[in-house]
């Protein structure tokens, strides 16, 4: 006789169980994301951020150009702690505007007291580009320090440019209206149209880290190849970022990539190293 097997209905007490576990993990996430936004707030008022700043060197000479501004949250136990582990939850509260302002405002002050020939990236969130406040913050930080728009470079994610928004293009426009340049980040990982990068008016195109990684790889040298092409043929610098060691970076400079950063050329600093590597001998 063939023996039939029919279908149970699962344990209501594991079904209340598992709902239970789920509305204990929504509540704690709720509570951490209030703790954290809450210490945010405090560390804008006292002093508790700091900037690093990450070399830009020209591939072709070895030399620095510039270098990308790093928001540090500073912790009395664990040191600095990177833009990663707090950012996501800025970006959910009106707090990210007050972040972003107080780092615009450091990165112009730290920048102009640097040579004329030496730029700063900083990298936008979407809210804060799409908040209607950057623009007048942006005027406020370069009037006060003085220094020239186009030695700063605003970096938007890639994904900024597939939702369509009308306030993200306009925003764009204006900034590119102030004078500053605008770099195109985490390029290669959200498939952005060319038809956009053609539209909008960036100056560079930083490959995402993950492109980088694969380089050895037949199929990540096309796809970086590609990326390359795409890049200069309108007429941007292409930036490659997360180089890691040499092999990359003679890949790299054969393949005509223009720039580069990450851990091969040196640790983020602090803007008191930074300053100290142009002071007069």
């Known amino acids: ?80 702690i990177p833009a990663q582990q707090f950012m996501p939850v800025a970006e959910r509260s009106d707090i990210i505007t007050s972040i972003a302002a107080w780092a615009l405002h450091e990165a112009c002050r730290h920048a ?23 623009v007048r913050q942006l005027l406020v930080s370069l009037n006060q320090s003085g220094l020239a728009p186009e030695r700063l470079e605003l970096e938007i994610a890639e994904p900024a440019l597939l939702d369509g928004n009308d306030d993200t293009v306009f925003a764009l426009k ?31 195109l930083r490959l995402d880290r993950s492109l980088v990684q694969n380089l050895e790889e037949a199929s990540g040298s096309a796809i970086v190849r590609a990326a390359i092409d795409a890049g200069h043929a309108l007429g941007q610098t292409v930036l490659a970022d997360g180089v890691e060691n040499e092999t990359q970076y003679q890949l790299l400079m054969e393949l005509g990539v223009n720039e580069g950063q990450g851990p091969y050329f040196g640790p983020p600093v602090g803007p008191e190293e930074m300053a100290a590597m142009f002071a007069p001998a």
């Open 1 to 80: 006789m063939t023996e039939l097997n029919f279908p149970t209905l699962e344990n209501p007490v594991s079904q209340q169980s598992a709902r239970e576990l789920r509305q204990r993990t929504a509540r704690r996430e709720v509570t951490e994301r209030r703790r954290m936004t809450q210490r945010l707030r405090q560390a804008l008022a006292t002093n508790g951020f700091t900037l690093h700043y990450q070399p830009i060197v020209t591939l072709s000479s070895g030399f620095a150009r510039g270098a990308e501004t790093l928001v540090r949250l500073r912790h009395s136990r664990r040191g600095f």
């Open 174 to 204: 204006a900034l590119q209206g102030i004078g500053v340049r605008l770099a195109l980040n985490n390029f290669g990982t959200f498939y952005a149209s060319l038809s956009a990068l053609k539209c909008l008016p960036f100056s560079t």
């Open 112 to 134: 102009a007291a640097l040579p004329a020939h030496f730029t700063i990236a900083m990298a936008l969130s979407l809210p804060h580009l799409q908040s209607g406040q950057l």
